[in-house]
């Protein structure tokens, strides 16, 4: 539903698209018995062509459970855009695809950080802090003397450890081969969890997606619509330190950098 309501507003030019190609997926599919193995007869109380587990069948092979017999899933329509274009990438017997336009192509290009193949090796020791409940130690027992600092660090940290009350001593404390930063963004990530229970409101997105102090699809989204307006990304306070853009998007004003089929086709 996404990729329809995103195609369908870049195609009326009611919205400019950041981030990358989506995945394709705008087909409908469905699942067609088999004549050859049919599923075991029930009584179809409800009419619903369906068996539910309330309904008597007949146990035929003595297993003790209804067993649906084999289907075949087959596509029976496909989500074109309103310039014609198919969603759905679709792919010919030697695994060639066949409509490069598939999905919804981007206006603005800008893919979403990524763990180097080097780097890796950080999942495993997140993965630690958070399961052990590390940085939500860290939060609880500071909460009530630094309640009003950490509702500030919520919204933004600057990328920055400085303001975190305690955080070096801490730090040093865990004996993690995790750098810094990326610890600080754990935390954070705990921080803005309690913050928005508090508020009864929560935050766009999840974890550091939707979060624009690491978000660097956000910031380009941000930089775009700053940019309709006449404003600079750069010149607001709260965004500058943060930028993970690349200095040629953050220098130029916005233009497209793909090219959309957004033309009638047929």
Same mark, same amino acid.
């Given at each position: ?7 369908a ?7 400019t ?44 092979? $003595?297993?003790?459970?209804? *067993?649906? /017999? ?5 596509? @029976? %329509?496909?989500?074109? #855009? ?13 695994? $060639?695809?066949?409509?490069? *336009?598939? /999905? ?5 290009? @800008? %893919?979403?950080?990524? #763990? ?56 040093a404390?865990l ?18 969890d ?35 307006i006449?404003q ?35």
């Open positions: 539903a996404s990729e329809i309501v995103a195609g507003l870049q195609d009326h030019h009611r919205a698209v950041v981030g990358v190609q989506s995945y394709g997926k705008g087909s409908v599919q469905n699942l067609f018995p088999l004549s050859s193995k049919p599923s075991e007869p029930f009584t179809d109380e409800n009419h619903n062509r369906v068996w539910d587990s309330w309904e008597s069948y007949q146990d035929l092979n $003595k297993n003790g459970r209804y *067993d649906p /017999g084999p289907r075949a899933r087959l596509t @029976i %329509a496909r989500y074109y #855009l309103p310039s014609g274009r198919c969603l759905h990438k679709i792919v010919d017997k030697d695994g $060639k695809v066949e409509n490069p *336009d598939y /999905g919804v192509v981007p206006d603005v290009e @800008i %893919a979403a950080e990524k #763990l180097k193949a080097e780097d890796l090796w950080k999942n495993a020791f997140s993965r630690k802090l958070w399961t052990e409940r590390v940085s939500h130690k860290y939060v609880d027992e500071r909460w009530a003397e630094n309640k009003a600092t950490f509702e500030k660090l919520a919204f933004s940290d600057g990328k920055s450890s400085a303001e975190y009350p305690g955080f070096d001593d801490w730090y404390s004996e993690t081969q995790l750098p810094k930063n990326d610890v600080r963004q754990w935390v954070r990530v705990v921080i803005r309690k913050v928005a229970d508090l508020r009864g409101k929560a935050w766009p997105g999840s974890f550091f997606q939707g979060d624009f102090v690491e978000d660097r699809q956000l910031q380009a989204a941000i930089h775009v619509a700053l940019g309709k006449g600079s990304i750069t010149g607001l306070s709260e965004y500058g330190p943060v930028l993970d853009l690349p200095k040629e998007m953050v220098d130029h004003p916005w233009e497209p950098t793909a090219k959309k089929a957004t033309e009638k086709k047929g």
